[in-house]
């Protein structure tokens, strides 16, 4: 690891649906054609120093890859302890569910409950270092929590919009960490028409997921993560709970850069992405043999996380399940919290609705011959079921 306090960065961004590259050291938004932008690596100059072996000894949180992350000064490194969160091995559950094994990555022990913290301490660092001054970001819950606390870290100043009938657990986390909270009667993408004006009208810069490059950099190092939890490979299957999706895009964006570093080979886990019966756009989409999914008209879904009716990155999502030869299936509320119990009572992890609904999507998978009974299956709990703690199922 370099001594010093500047790291080499991403070399440019990239358009995800044209290709076309981009300065990478300015604050940037969506592409020219309205597309999420990928922060890109020199990774041939890396290949020989950012190796598995390299990583023995460092600190124990996502900052451990550094040299595939965007933020050029240590000093913006936003830190609260996130990343590095433990893959649990989970027999009973296998042994429920009729595959060889099983494991949860338990991102609920974040620093603020959610697997948000990775996204959001690199789109805060990232903004911070480019010079940003105040934060936005419409949010169904968690994502607000993160940013807020990222930013309140940085001393910059976050605005937050939410549906009013956000979790409050969440909403009194938002209010802990002294942001600018407003409640709106919609769903997320009516908040992020609110976050659109004051971002026009204000100067605020926007962390709407996927519309900034650099919240997806968080979320890959899930993908590392896995590798090293695993001793060097990666599972047959993932099962992902997918909103805005980034990351199930960033996961398979690790993967991809693993392979050019010489981490990996081209074996590439298959990406299940996990909806809510009452807002499934990507489940209809890859039903469909759509490229992009139609907005979801009138979402339900007492897991917040999964009311996102419509995603930018709709396409990285499908192209992912579709080069993996994975799937998209939806649960119904009730189910969800029925599997929230089972695997609470099997593991000792209280999941989130969404991390019940990636053990309720295995059975249905197994039947259309996407997970074999003979794999080695790593479910993704995204969140904390304490922050939803009094929320019941819309179903």
């Given at each position: 690891?370099?001594?010093?306090?500047?790291?080499?960065?991403?070399?440019?961004?990239?358009?995800?649906?044209?290709?076309?590259?981009?300065?990478?050291?300015?604050?940037?938004?969506?592409?020219?054609?309205?597309?999420?932008?990928?922060?890109?690596?020199?990774?041939?100059?890396?290949?020989?120093?950012?190796?598995?072996?390299?990583?023995?000894?460092?600190?124990?949180?996502?900052?451990?890859?550094?040299?595939?992350?965007?933020?050029?000064?240590?000093?913006?490194?936003?830190?609260?302890?996130?990343?590095?969160?433990?893959?649990?091995?989970?027999?009973?559950?296998?042994?429920?569910?009729?595959?060889?094994?099983?494991?949860?990555?338990?991102?609920?022990?974040?620093?603020?409950?959610?697997?948000?913290?990775?996204?959001?301490?690199?789109?805060?660092?990232?903004?911070?270092?480019?010079?940003?001054?105040?934060?936005?970001?419409?949010?169904?819950?968690?994502?607000?929590?993160?940013?807020?606390?990222?930013?309140?870290?940085?001393?910059?100043?976050?605005?937050?919009?939410?549906?009013?009938?956000?979790?409050?657990?969440?909403?009194?986390?938002?209010?802990?960490?002294?942001?600018?909270?407003?409640?709106?009667?919609?769903?997320?993408?009516?908040?992020?028409?609110?976050?659109?004006?004051?971002?026009?009208?204000?100067?605020?810069?926007?962390?709407?997921?996927?519309?900034?490059?650099?919240?997806?950099?968080?979320?890959?190092?899930?993908?590392?993560?896995?590798?090293?939890?695993?001793?060097?490979?990666?599972?047959?299957?993932?099962?992902?709970?997918?909103?805005?999706?980034?990351?199930?895009?960033?996961?398979?964006?690790?993967?991809?850069?693993?392979?050019?570093?010489?981490?990996?080979?081209?074996?590439r886990p298959r990406?299940?992405?996990?909806?809510?019966?009452?807002c499934a756009p990507?489940?209809?989409?890859?039903?469909?043999?759509?490229?992009?999914?139609?907005?979801?008209?009138?979402?339900?879904?007492?897991?917040?996380?999964?009311?996102?009716?419509?995603?930018?990155?709709?396409?990285?999502?499908?192209?992912?399940?579709?080069?993996?030869?994975?799937?998209?299936?939806?649960?119904?509320?009730?189910?969800?919290?029925?599997?929230?119990?089972?695997?609470?009572a099997d593991t000792?992890?209280?999941?989130?609705?969404?991390?019940?609904?990636?053990?309720?999507?295995?059975?249905?998978?197994?039947?259309?011959?996407?997970?074999?009974?003979?794999?080695?299956?790593?479910?993704?709990?995204?969140?904390?079921?304490?922050?939803?703690?009094?929320?019941?199922?819309?179903?």
């Open positions: 690891m370099d001594d010093g306090s500047t790291l080499p960065g991403a070399s440019h961004l990239e358009c995800t649906w044209t290709g076309e590259t981009f300065e990478s050291e300015a604050l940037q938004g969506l592409s020219p054609v309205g597309k999420p932008l990928f922060a890109r690596y020199d990774l041939a100059a890396l290949r020989d120093r950012f190796t598995p072996e390299s990583l023995e000894g460092r600190r124990p949180d996502l900052w451990r890859y550094e040299e595939v992350l965007p933020v050029r000064d240590r000093r913006y490194q936003v830190q609260l302890g996130e990343g590095w969160t433990p893959l649990v091995d989970a027999p009973r559950t296998a042994k429920r569910l009729g595959v060889r094994r099983l494991l949860v990555k338990n991102e609920g022990i974040n620093p603020t409950g959610s697997f948000k913290d990775r996204g959001l301490a690199l789109a805060v660092s990232r903004a911070w270092e480019l010079g940003a001054e105040e934060l936005a970001l419409p949010s169904a819950g968690n994502a607000g929590s993160a940013a807020s606390a990222y930013g309140a870290a940085a001393g910059l100043p976050v605005h937050v919009v939410v549906p009013q009938d956000t979790p409050a657990p969440i909403l009194e986390e938002i209010r802990a960490f002294g942001s600018d909270l407003q409640l709106l009667d919609g769903l997320i993408n009516d908040c992020g028409e609110v976050v659109k004006k004051g971002v026009e009208e204000k100067g605020w810069w926007p962390l709407s997921t996927l519309k900034e490059p650099y919240r997806v950099e968080g979320k890959k190092t899930m993908g590392y993560e896995l590798f090293e939890q695993l001793g060097g490979r990666l599972p047959d299957a993932i099962v992902y709970p997918t909103g805005g999706g980034t990351g199930l895009i960033g996961m398979w964006k690790a993967f991809h850069e693993m392979e050019e570093l010489g981490w990996i080979g081209s074996e990406m299940i992405s996990v909806q809510s019966a009452g990507m489940v209809r989409a890859w039903e469909e043999g759509a490229e992009e999914a139609d907005l979801w008209e009138n979402a339900t879904t007492y897991a917040s996380g999964l009311r996102v009716p419509g995603a930018v990155g709709d396409f990285l999502i499908l192209r992912a399940l579709r080069e993996s030869g994975g799937g998209a299936v939806a649960v119904k509320d009730h189910v969800m919290a029925e599997w929230v119990a089972k695997l609470g000792g992890i209280f999941a989130a609705p969404e991390g019940g609904a990636v053990a309720a999507a295995v059975p249905p998978m197994m039947e259309q011959g996407i997970i074999d009974p003979d794999d080695e299956v790593v479910l993704f709990n995204t969140g904390s079921g304490l922050k939803y703690v009094g929320m019941t199922p819309v179903d």
